[in-house]
């Protein structure tokens, strides 16, 4: 185990965005196969772009984001005690990276799914806030664990590692986002009522 740290605070150091990428790309793939599989109970029809798109996010987008940030509030606070250290950092980082994170992903993913600006702002009306309420529950708390607890090359996989049931609500959150409102489906049955009146 020693052994594998050490190469992996090698990687770190050598080639951090590399590092970075790999690891939330990989925990991204497997947050949506948790979604699909153990939440939505898709079965054999698993939807592999939809996956292959978080895996997507989180290798380019996700984790040099995240993981660079972690690295400059590890730079940039220099108190030397511990938990005074831990809960400016905390400060930093709940008052500014939630709401521009959640943002990305939203704005990220939906450009992937090749949304248009109406329907990427009807998903940010749907979900975005939502998503921000239940990052400020869990993302603290676990925040002062990783700045308390964890040595600073480590927090980032810490991080991803902890993410990957988040990132298994975001999958689920944002494939609900896409579908239908109630009311929207109920029109669509309705018109095709019509149709099938004046044929």
């Known amino acids: 185990m020693n052994r594998l740290l050490t190469k992996y605070q090698q990687h770190i150091t050598e080639r951090p965005l590399r590092t970075y990428a790999i690891q939330s790309g990989t925990m991204f793939t497997i947050g949506d196969l948790v979604a699909q599989q153990g939440i939505e109970n898709k079965g ?10 978080m895996g997507v996010y989180g290798c380019c987008i996700g984790g040099p984001v995240v993981g660079s940030w972690l690295t400059f509030l590890n730079n940039a606070v220099k108190i030397q005690h511990r938990v005074k250290g831990a809960l400016v950092r905390l400060a930093i980082d709940q008052a500014i990276f939630p709401p521009t994170l959640n943002a990305l992903f939203l704005t990220s993913v939906s450009l992937l799914e090749g949304r248009n600006i109406n329907q990427i702002k009807e998903k940010f009306e749907t979900s975005y806030l939502t998503m921000l309420s239940n990052s400020y529950r869990i993302w603290p708390f676990v925040n002062l664990f990783t700045f308390t607890m964890i040595a600073a090359p480590f927090r980032p996989l810490t991080n991803s590692v902890v993410a990957i049931a988040w990132n298994a609500y975001l999958s689920y959150l944002n494939q609900n986002a896409l579908k239908p409102n109630l009311g929207d489906h109920l029109i669509q049955q309705q018109g095709q009522g019509q149709e099938k009146i004046l044929v």
Do not use: M
């Open 44 to 53: 054999n029809n698993h939807d592999f772009t939809r996956t292959f798109r």
